[in-house]
């Protein structure tokens, strides 16, 4: 049996044309099933829905052969024990900086102060800033991130952003990329020795279905 980890949303969705030219369709759907392993046509090959933020620990561990995950989850992970052969080129966003529009990010930088950032990805944020020699004091967030700055909790989040129609509903400006994102492939190491041609065939169809740079 091969195990897929995915996780519900923008990356199970846009992982099914992935694997329909693996020759591998959901047989049911996660947003109407209460069940957390999803049968497929293929009587080898199961889906198992898990957190985002959980795919690289359950591929890590063992309670999956393969998963599909975020850049930015991945890293924050730290990557151990994780072969990561594709950049699947999907679920495209970015990890930025945001403040309220008030707030004079750039003053601040240059003047030394030390800047209050929430975010959920706390590892990430504290490499970035260390690089650019800006004292942050690290809040960290599971959700509703915008709200940090509006309540006062927080001068500055590190977040994911896509359209910025969020940042820009709740009065909040991007003032720093840090780095592009999209979707990954990650398999178990002593997966890939244990079953490595039925893993291969998967890489090799999700491969020629990656668009090329």
Same mark, same amino acid.
């Given at each position: 049996?091969?195990?897929?980890?995915?996780? *519900? &949303?923008?990356?199970?969705? #846009?992982?099914?044309?992935?694997?329909?030219? !693996?020759?591998?369709?959901?047989? #049911?759907?996660?947003? *109407?099933?209460?069940?957390?392993?999803?049968?497929?046509?293929?009587?080898? %090959? +199961? %889906? @198992? /829905?898990?957190?985002?933020?959980?795919?690289?620990?359950? @591929?890590? =561990?063992?309670?999956?052969?393969? &998963?599909?995950?975020? /850049?930015?989850?991945?890293?924050?992970? &730290?990557?151990?024990?994780? =072969?990561?052969?594709?950049? /699947? *080129?999907?679920? !495209?966003?970015?990890?930025?900086?945001? @403040?309220?529009?008030?707030?004079? =990010? $750039?003053? !601040? %930088?240059?003047?030394?102060?030390?800047?209050? @950032? $929430?975010? *959920?990805? %706390? &590892?990430? !944020?504290?490499?970035?800033?260390?690089?650019?020699?800006?004292?942050?004091?690290?809040?960290?967030? =599971?959700?509703?991130?915008?709200?940090a700055p509006l309540t006062g909790l927080a001068d500055a989040i590190v977040d994911l952003v896509s359209t910025g129609n969020t940042l820009r509903a709740n009065q909040l400006v991007e003032v720093e990329r840090i780095m592009d994102i999209s979707a990954r492939l990650v398999v178990n190491q002593a997966a890939l020795k244990l079953k490595r041609e039925p893993i291969r065939r998967i890489i090799d169809a999700?491969?020629?279905?990656?668009? +090329?740079?």
């Amino acid at each position: 049996m091969i195990t897929l980890a995915l996780s *519900k &949303g923008r990356i199970f969705e #846009e992982t099914i044309p992935l694997l329909a030219a !693996a020759g591998i369709e959901v047989s #049911e759907d996660p947003d *109407k099933s209460r069940k957390l392993i999803l049968p497929t046509n293929r009587p080898d %090959v +199961q %889906v @198992v /829905l898990v957190r985002a933020s959980d795919v690289p620990t359950y @591929v890590q =561990y063992g309670g999956a052969d393969l &998963g599909v995950t975020g /850049l930015d989850v991945l890293l924050e992970h &730290g990557n151990q024990g994780l =072969y990561s052969p594709l950049d /699947l *080129k999907i679920a !495209a966003c970015r990890l930025s900086v945001a @403040v309220r529009a008030d707030y004079d =990010y $750039a003053s !601040a %930088v240059r003047q030394g102060a030390r800047i209050k @950032v $929430a975010t *959920k990805y %706390v &590892g990430l !944020a504290r490499e970035f800033f260390a690089t650019k020699g800006v004292h942050v004091d690290l809040i960290k967030l =599971y959700g509703s991130m915008e709200l940090a700055p509006l309540t006062g909790l927080a001068d500055a989040i590190v977040d994911l952003v896509s359209t910025g129609n969020t940042l820009r509903a709740n009065q909040l400006v991007e003032v720093e990329r840090i780095m592009d994102i999209s979707a990954r492939l990650v398999v178990n190491q002593a997966a890939l020795k244990l079953k490595r041609e039925p893993i291969r065939r998967i890489i090799d169809a999700f491969a020629s279905a990656t668009p +090329q740079a």
